[in-house]
């Protein structure tokens, strides 16, 4: 079993799910039908796509992985072989890996991200000085008053 993302219609992960070793591509998910509908209801509708299953790797370092459903297209057009024709006897070659996965945050985001973080870890530093600050003058408090006695 390996692990599969599962995205919404904007190519967003949403969820982690898991596939069978083999499975390899991009899958819909539809939208459950339910049981109290009729069967002539059920034919007459198109089902409804809510988000896809990945079963592609997301590479490390992207912070908002977003799926590139142009990629996929166009990596599905470049892999398949021309049937007939005069490039019958040429040679099949899978094209490369492109790149399916990327970083989803816009421009602005980045830079709201690093300024949470910094002025986060700023807070939690004068915190612990706080702290110890405290601890050293109740110590020097508890000195003081045992010299005085």
């Not at 896809?52 to 992985?65: F, M, N, T």
């Not at 977003?66 to 996929?72: E, G, L, S, V, Y």
């Not at 996965?101 to 910094?118: A, D, F, K, Q």
Request: proline content about 5%; aromatic content about 8%.
């Amino acid at each position: 079993m390996k692990e599969a993302i599962v995205v919404d219609l904007d190519g967003f992960l949403t969820d982690v799910t898991l596939v069978t070793d083999d499975v390899i591509g991009v899958f819909p998910m539809f939208k459950p039908h339910r049981i109290t509908e009729s069967a002539e209801k059920l034919q007459q509708s198109s089902p409804e796509i809510i988000g896809y299953i990945i079963a592609i790797a997301v590479p490390s370092g992207l912070y908002k992985p977003k799926f590139d459903f142009n990629a996929w297209e166009l990596y599905n057009k470049l892999s398949k072989p021309e049937i007939g024709g005069k490039n019958r006897n040429r040679i099949y070659k899978k094209p490369q890996e492109l790149n399916l996965w990327i970083e989803g945050l816009t421009s602005e985001e980045p830079n709201s991200v690093r300024t949470h973080s910094i002025q986060s870890a700023a807070t939690e530093k004068n915190l612990t000085f706080t702290e110890k600050m405290k601890n050293k003058h109740q110590q020097l408090v508890s000195i003081y008053k045992r010299l005085l006695k």
